[in-house]
């Protein structure tokens, strides 16, 4: 067993742990997963076309402006127009970004409503 830690796929914590099971967990999402796995889902997501709010294309790792207020459930607070998001994570299905934001945590946006910076 590697006592190797890696980065968690969803919530991007530094702090994934090696499992009995040849797998990997995230200590602050709960998150489990398979490394070589998680390597084929990155290529599949680099291979993933999607286009911002002025159809520029959005690349895993860019940076991000939200291009107006986002309200969010359970937060005293919309994300205000005009937050940078960096190191954004694409996905397939309808909120196709995952990104962390500072003072909401993790969550999933839509490329419709951000522009690349």
Known sequence: MSEEMKPCPVCESPYGYSTARDLYACPECIHEWNPAEAKKQEEEND??????????????????????????????????????????????????????????????LKSEFVRKS
């Not at 959005?58 to 937050?83: H, M, Q, R, S, Y």
């Open 47 to 108: 291979s993933l076309k999607v286009l911002d709010s002025n159809n520029n294309p959005l690349e895993n790792g860019d940076t991000v402006i939200v291009i107006k207020n986002l309200p969010v459930k359970g937060a005293p607070g919309p994300i205000k127009a005009g937050t940078k998001v960096k190191n954004i994570r694409l996905t397939d299905g309808d909120h196709n970004i995952n990104c962390r934001i500072d003072g909401f945590g993790s969550m999933k």
